[in-house]
């Protein structure tokens, strides 16, 4: 599962940058004021990633109990 997490972390770092480089001045208007396209990409990005971590924090945490569950339930 840590190498999925690298691979996901690596991939989000790769496609932040390919944003800053390709998107340049470009935005849009919200509401009154005028927002950046990579800025808003880039804040998207990084609720993924956070998502991505607390998705493995949790998986983590379910694989101690697991264990943990099982060594207590071990007849030695």
Do not use: H
Request: proline share 1%.
């Amino acid at each position: 599962m840590t190498t999925k997490l690298i691979c996901a972390m690596a991939a989000y770092g790769v496609l932040a940058l390919m944003a800053g480089w390709t998107l340049g001045d470009a935005a849009v208007m919200v509401g009154q004021s005028s927002v950046e396209l990579r800025v808003a990409v880039w804040i998207l990005l990084g609720g993924f990633a956070l998502k991505t971590l607390i998705a493995w924090g949790r998986y983590r945490a379910e694989a101690n109990e697991d264990a943990a569950r099982e060594s207590e339930n071990d007849p030695r």
